[in-house]
């Protein structure tokens, strides 16, 4: 069975450009988290979708971030315009649902200069 | 989800037995305690969840008292391979709900 992918694994832009990152849960997996580590902090919850529906987008920063999930399958996170705050790693976790357990992908490094 | 306490760091030794203690005075009722590893540039990996007592697997052990406000995750005979930060989580079994992970403990592991 196929891990959680994620696309790309580095990307370096600049301050106000635009980047989207990808996601690709295990198949079957309707749950889907985005998550991310800021330089120095902790791990934190940015969304979950159940399928192609937001379930909680409370750790979401704010509305420079925008996440979707079309057909509940892949997903994708857009920053627009990314600030320098916004360097870190992301990273995306699927689960069956109704299970605690979430499998991480290997997470996008995201830096803005 | 009830707030947890690691130690931020360990070291070990090849061969060694290590236990890693997680404080969550706060736990729920219904709350489980559960365990991810994560090696540098990887993503956080399930190891261990348990309600009560002692659960077993494969990898390691989790010894949880009768009221459960701590818990340890041991690992038997650790390897080099097994130099990662560990997070001890507190949340309810069937409950999708996000993840709050703390600043977990990394063991470093010596030859």
């Known amino acids: 069975e196929a891990g959680v992918t994620q696309f790309p694994s580095h990307s370096v832009i600049e301050k106000g450009q635009t980047v989207t990152l990808r996601c690709d849960p295990i198949s079957g997996h309707d749950n889907l988290y985005w998550y991310r580590r800021v330089m120095g902090k902790e791990i934190k919850f940015l969304l979950h979708f159940v399928k192609e529906s937001k379930q909680d987008e409370s750790g979401m920063p704010n509305n420079r971030f925008l996440a979707e999930r079309t057909g509940g399958t892949y997903s994708t996170l857009k920053v627009q315009p990314a600030e320098l705050e916004d360097s870190g790693v992301y990273f995306c976790?699927?689960?069956?649902?109704?299970?605690?357990?979430?499998?991480f992908g290997p997470g996008t490094r995201l830096t803005v200069t | 989800l009830a707030k947890t306490t690691q130690p931020i760091s360990m070291d070990s030794y090849e061969g060694q037995e290590v236990n890693i203690t997680c404080s969550h005075n706060n736990i729920a009722t219904n709350d489980y305690i559960t365990w991810y590893q994560q090696f540098p540039s990887q993503g956080p990996r399930f190891i261990i969840q348990g309600y009560k007592t002692k659960v077993t697997n494969e990898v390691a052990s989790l010894f949880i008292p009768a009221d459960r406000k701590s818990s340890t995750l041991s690992l038997p005979r650790v390897s080099l391979s097994d130099t990662a930060v560990y997070y001890c989580l507190v949340g309810a079994l069937r409950n999708t709900d996000k993840l709050i992970f703390g600043t977990g403990t990394r063991l470093q592991v010596f030859p």
């Open positions: 976790a699927s689960s069956r649902g109704r299970d605690f357990e979430q499998y």
